[in-house]
């Protein structure tokens, strides 16, 4: 039986989580069709809620299910992850390219705001005429970073205008690498593994929103320093002006229940002016509407 990254990563997920359950879909049956193991459990809707289905396991049946499949393909689902791999050799191994590689493994972006990477003690020179994102790679075949940070950016349409700040020191000679999508198993895991490695050589700074979840995100990376928009001219913008560039649901929507403002004693006193001016607006900016404001950015250290 081929027990597929996808079905290995949902039976972890459904054992850790199995008071809970999982909602009920495809990959729930095929535990159930495979393994044999589990059962639908239907909450009735009310006035209030529709209708859940969840998919749970039985007494029992969490240890079960763990070693079943450590006795199908060697791997225990609560300590390790799925296979690693490359989809090519994969498939010259097992005639299935699926059966442990996530076509995005290993993957990032990386773009440097001159134009140049200077990896393995090798200059790569990206195009000068065509705006372009960077270069995708396999981070675990980079053994030397030739750059003097590192800097981690939030969205991906930025990526493409890192030109508009080669002449910013902060940019110039920094690697900066693409965060991605944060859900589990998507890029963000392999942005910090490879940070991971690299994090007690090289500064690391963020390059994100304006906004509080652009703050946690940095402070989750533990980062040496976040680039913001000059605090001096920023503050002096005009309520229209501040309005104008804000992005739509940046605020309210990022906060916890019952939250009005970032709380600002979480974060590094370089960066109380930022959340201060955030909280008294109640607004964000993303850095899309920044970057189009021709903001200036300065690293506020941590």
Not at 209 to 214: A, H, I, L, M, N
Not at 228 to 240: G, R
């Amino acid at each position: 039986m081929t027990i597929s990254r996808t079905l290995y990563n949902r039976c972890k997920k459904l054992i850790e989580s199995n008071e809970r359950g999982l909602k009920y879909d495809a990959i729930n049956a095929d535990i159930r069709a495979l393994f044999g193991f589990g059962h639908k459990q239907v909450i009735p809707a009310s006035k209030r809620t529709k209708q859940k289905i969840y998919f749970k396991l039985r007494a029992g049946e969490a240890a079960e299910l763990q070693a079943f499949i450590k006795a199908e393909i060697g791997l225990d689902v609560l300590t390790d992850p799925y296979c690693n791999g490359d989809r090519i050799a994969n498939a010259a191994r097992h005639n299935d390219e699926k059966v442990g590689a996530n076509a995005s493994q290993d993957i990032i972006l990386v773009n440097n705001a001159a134009g140049q990477l200077t990896l393995n003690q090798e200059v790569s020179a990206l195009f000068r005429s065509i705006h372009v994102a960077g270069l995708e790679l396999r981070h675990s075949m980079i053994s030397s970073i030739e750059h003097d940070a590192i800097i981690i950016c939030e969205n991906f349409t930025p990526m493409y205008y890192l030109h508009q700040l080669k002449n910013n020191p902060v940019f110039e000679h920094a690697l900066v690498v693409y965060r991605g999508d944060s859900q589990n198993g998507k890029r963000a895991d392999e942005v910090k593994r490879f940070i991971d490695n690299y994090k007690s050589t090289l500064p690391l700074y963020y390059f994100g929103d304006f906004d509080p979840e652009g703050f946690s995100i940095a402070k989750s990376f533990q980062v040496d320093g976040i680039i913001l928009p000059d605090i001096s001219q920023f503050s002096v913008l005009t309520n229209v002006e501040l309005q104008k560039y804000a992005g739509k649901d940046k605020f309210f929507p990022q906060l916890s229940q019952g939250q009005s403002y970032l709380n600002v004693s979480a974060y590094p006193q370089s960066w109380h002016a930022h959340i201060n001016f955030m909280n008294k607006f109640q607004l964000g900016w993303q850095q899309e509407h920044l970057l189009g404001a021709d903001t200036d950015w300065l690293l506020y250290k941590s």
